[in-house]
């Protein structure tokens, strides 16, 4: 929700924003699954408020890094349910929103290991289809192309891709350059 306030052009100042952001602020929004930690994190960078979210967001992008799946045939995914360290059988659905995430975490200055970058480009690439497409779960055309997964597929290429740039091409505090 808070998302769509603030890219409908609300600011911090409307009264619907700042009770959103109070609600990921506080207590109660502690997500515990990949979803919920990439879309707190693209919403507090939205946000814009970086010193008082700088902080929560390494620590979620934290989160997201030590979630994702480190071996197997899945190694550079994620699972619904987030697990440091891991495990689990991982989708590509996950694995687009959680590098959206750690992309929305990078532009606000949180560190994003360059491992994790390249893990998940390596899946990407390693389970394209014949047709150049991917599928939601699978690879080499187990399942079949779909549109939707085909999308997430490009994107999360081109996102890697920025974010596997030479230290040359990063902006002097650090940040990979925008798409």
Same mark, same amino acid.
């Given at each position: 929700?808070?998302?769509?306030?603030?890219?409908? &052009?609300?600011?911090?100042?409307?009264?619907?924003? =700042?009770? #959103?952001?109070?609600? +990921? *602020?506080?207590?109660?929004?502690?997500?515990?699954?990949?979803?919920?930690?990439a879309l707190k994190i693209s919403a507090l960078a939205t946000a814009k408020d970086g010193r008082r979210d700088r902080g929560r967001i390494q620590t979620l992008a934290d989160l997201l890094q030590k979630g994702q799946i480190g071996a197997g045939p899945n190694a550079g995914l994620w699972d619904y349910s987030f697990r440091p360290?891991? &495990?689990?059988?991982?989708?590509?659905?996950?694995? =687009?929103? #959680?590098?959206?995430? +750690? *992309?929305?975490?990078a532009y606000s200055g949180a560190l994003v290991d360059r491992r994790v970058w390249e893990k998940t480009r390596k899946h990407w690439l390693r389970f394209q289809n014949g047709d150049g497409g991917w599928s939601?779960?699978?690879?080499?055309?187990?399942?079949?192309?779909?549109?939707?997964?085909?999308v997430a597929g490009i994107a999360t290429l081109q996102i890697t891709s920025a974010m596997l740039r030479d230290e040359k091409d990063l902006h002097p505090d650090g940040r990979p350059p925008l798409l």
């Open positions: 929700m808070l998302l769509a306030l603030l890219n409908s &052009g609300m600011t911090l100042e409307d009264e619907p924003v =700042q009770r #959103a952001l109070e609600f +990921l *602020r506080g207590p109660y929004s502690q997500p515990s699954e990949t979803y919920g930690v360290g891991g &495990g689990g059988g991982g989708d590509r659905s996950n694995g =687009q929103f #959680a590098i959206l995430g +750690l *992309r929305d975490a939601y779960t699978g690879g080499g055309g187990d399942l079949g192309s779909s549109g939707s997964m085909t």
